[in-house]
């Protein structure tokens, strides 16, 4: 069974920077796709970004305005979400998780199709 151990999480000023990593254990990750994903109180978990198998493909929710990037370390078997210019919306708890895409697909952040997750990690941006 996949294992994973997110960390990096914390209290952090308005503007300030964060990076999370998501560390895997028991299985061979660099047969699936990394995603990282978030989820508010009262509301619904959503895409963050996420990171294709062999890292040459990577997209962003809209709403990130190109603060976050994504990326990841095969030989170390962890990603990575490196989050700048942090915003009070940005208070979440962050999973990662993954998904063996067939290779017709094209990679998604869509929370419906990945299927091991982490346990989260809370990230707080205060005013």
Do not use: H
């Amino acid at each position: 069974q996949p294992q994973f151990v997110e960390s990096g999480g914390g209290l952090v000023q308005f503007g300030g920077s964060l990076r999370l990593s998501c560390a895997a254990s028991g299985f061979r990750s660099d047969v699936y796709d990394i995603g990282w994903f978030r989820q508010a109180p009262g509301k619904e978990r959503e895409g963050v970004s996420c990171i294709s198998r062999d890292g040459s493909t990577t997209n962003y929710a809209d709403s990130l305005e190109g603060r976050f990037t994504i990326s990841r370390d095969d030989a170390k078997k962890t990603a990575y979400l490196e989050m700048n210019s942090l915003k009070p919306e940005d208070t979440a708890v962050y999973y990662c998780a993954v998904y063996m895409r067939a290779p017709w697909q094209s990679l998604s952040c869509d929370a419906s199709v990945y299927y091991y997750w982490g346990q989260g990690t809370q990230v707080t941006v205060s005013t």
